[in-house]
């Protein structure tokens, strides 16, 4: 007979370590019956919401985790309640202590889990996150996908870890199969919930910012100054107008603005002051971005009658309305918005709105900039 396969799972100091088979810890909860597939559905969907949330912006809304904390509570009372169940919203009543940064009380939640039962996803997902550190953690992930390679939520825990440690596309890679296992699995909200998480990882990736860049950076609103310098360093999007000159970031601004690319299509040669959306701003909204992004589009199509080319068309038209809600055909930007929007470089956030006054963050930026590697 095989010898038979162990996970040894090291928790901190006060766990003593314990030795259990994988035939009792490796329960996929995918595999339960519909009934409670769908009663324990009810308590994930809420709580990897939260969860998505904080990976993007690192905050949670104490309210809600502390509601939710009474609902499991309440729901963890109730007599003859499955075992798999309780161990289930047990596990995630810790991983919302995790995120609250309240350790011990995580802990003890995942010793009341696992002497309910072990093999849930959740209570190993707890596990995972409560390793000494995220090399353990990363280790216990291993143990578990070695013999159990469909386990969803370790999968989706083992890419958090390697975005964690800036290894972006190891990561990227990782969510997307996750994501595969979900689907399969009939977990469909895992996608939709992540996906934004997912995208953020992908970004990072393939604009190659440095695992040393922490995501606060990235979440900061972006600059003028982050503007243009970003579209020079993580894009191609400057490459004519600099021919290959290493410039630093006054020169480069300078640079820039002389060449035009700060003025709005309706006033080329800023008679009108129109740069001063730029120049003048402490934080770039979507309006100045959708500007600057457009005159660098027409730069690298060579032909400045691009650059006017919406309004030229709509002018020709009587009565014509803006296909956009909130930008008027007299908007001295009517051609930057819809130019970014019809070349999918940005977006209508709700379909039909721009909502040119919101501030961009420099990840968003960075997604936009993609448009224009080559």
Partial sequence: MKKILCIIIALTSLFTSCVTTLQQDVLQTSNLNKELRQEI?????????????????AKIDAEEVES?????????????LEPIVKAHITAIDGLLYLLEGKKKKA??????????????????????KLQKTEKDSLSFCDEILSVDANNSIITMAKGVLLYNAGEYDKAVALIDQAFIQFDNQGRNNYRTVYNDFRDKVWTLYSTGIS????????????????????AYAKSSALTDLTRGTKLNKNQLYNKVFAAGLFNAAKDSENLQNSAALITDSQSINRLACARFLWNLYVLNKGNPQ????????????????????????????????LGVVDNEIMNLPDGKNFKPSDKVRILDYLTFLKKFNK
Wanted: proline share 2%; charged share 30%; hydrophobic share 40%.
């Fill in 41 to 57: 559905a009810i308590y994930e969907d809420r709580f990897i919401l939260i969860d998505a949330e904080f990976l993007k912006s």
């Fill in 68 to 80: 939710f904390h009474q609902d499991i509570a309440d729901k963890a009372s109730q007599s003859h």
């Fill in 107 to 128: 802990e003890n939640a995942y010793m009341d889990a696992k002497a309910v039962t072990g093999g849930d996803d959740y209570v190993m997902l707890l596990a995972s």
């Fill in 211 to 230: 695992s040393e860049k922490g995501s606060e950076d990235l979440t900061k609103e972006l600059s003028k100054e982050d503007m243009v310098f970003l």
């Fill in 306 to 337: 691009l650059a006017s080319r919406y309004t030229s068309r709509y002018s020709k038209i009587p009565n014509a309305k803006s296909p956009v809600s909130d930008i008027e055909i007299q908007n001295l930007d009517f051609d930057a918005v």
